[in-house]
């Protein structure tokens, strides 16, 4: 059973539900339904670990509708959302749809490598009608020349007008022998000029001792899951954005990126004491 009581979805076959995957336990957190009891497990142990988890994964959410607001006001049509996850309430299209109902150029392509999420995302994109002007497509973000060649984005995004690229919470998630700055590069080459590169990334910088102990612990623990995490600091954080144009505020924790009251998906949870463990940046793709 799901975290409302409702019953998870069927598996497609080639899930792997030994160890918990990332996507499924941030599902759970939104208490979203699809996930499963390795995930579920996973994320109550987490929340007793770092009691600010759930309201750290609403606060990002909330910034996810932020940006694509602020990037649909300043003429962006066209997004691609990388590690996009299980669908859970204020996906992309969704806050497209509400925004800017009368858009008929916008586009989004979703982009995960995890079977299920895959799956969900298919069926619910169907379900909603949105097949026309949304897709999904199954690749790793690591490989963004394989993402371009995809024909669901060959299909649906035009490279020559701009983009806004979302890493919303998955790039903690990205470490080890992976170059960072190298895979954002690789990004940034494609993107036409006045596109937008959108990036969340969990940190301990500014936090208190204790908060800061509790993620730290908890970011170990996500090494015995399918996404091993790391933490980083603002200088490095903010170096990603390297051959872009900040665009206002520049780089802030997550809750001073242009925030709103109230904010449209969930209530203010905790503002002040979710604000020292995110930071958050949205670069442009100079004009000239």
Not at 19 to 42: C, E, H, M, Q
Not at 87 to 102: C, F, S
Not at 264 to 288: D, H, I, K, M, N
Request: glycine share 8%; net charge negative.
């Amino acid at each position: 059973m799901s975290a409302d009581g409702q019953r998870a979805p069927d598996a497609p076959g080639a899930v792997d539900l030994e160890r918990p995957s990332t996507a499924r336990i941030y599902d759970w957190y939104l208490g979203g339904k699809s996930n499963y009891a390795v995930d579920r497990d996973f994320g109550e142990r987490a929340d007793k670990q770092f009691p600010l988890i759930k309201p750290l994964a609403m606060s990002n959410r909330q910034w996810l509708g932020r940006v694509v607001r602020a990037a649909l006001d300043a003429g962006i049509t066209q997004f691609l959302d990388l590690g996009s996850g299980v669908p859970t309430v204020g996906n992309v299209h969704e806050i497209v749809r509400r925004h800017a109902p009368d858009t008929t150029d916008a586009r989004v392509v979703y982009v995960d490598y995890e079977p299920v999420a895959v799956a969900h995302s298919e069926h619910i994109l169907d379900q909603q009608d949105a097949i026309g002007w949304a897709g999904i497509v199954r690749e790793d973000l690591r490989e963004p020349e394989e993402i371009f060649e995809h024909e669901t984005t060959l299909r649906l995004l035009d490279l020559s007008k701009p983009v806004c690229v979302l890493m919303v919470s998955v790039l903690h998630f990205v470490g080890g022998a992976d170059d960072v700055p190298g895979i954002i590069a690789r990004y940034r080459g494609q993107l036409a000029p006045g596109s937008w590169l959108a990036i969340s990334h969990i940190t301990t910088d500014d936090a208190p001792a204790e908060g800061a102990a509790q993620i730290s612990a908890l970011a170990e623990s996500y090494r015995n899951t399918q996404n091993p995490a790391w933490l980083r600091g603002k200088a490095e954080f903010s170096s990603w954005f390297d051959g872009f144009d900040l665009v206002d505020p520049g780089v802030v924790h997550l809750t001073d990126w242009r925030p709103e009251t109230p904010e449209v998906l969930f209530p203010v949870l905790q503002r002040a004491a979710v604000r020292p463990f995110y930071w958050a940046g949205v670069g442009e793709v100079p004009r000239s």
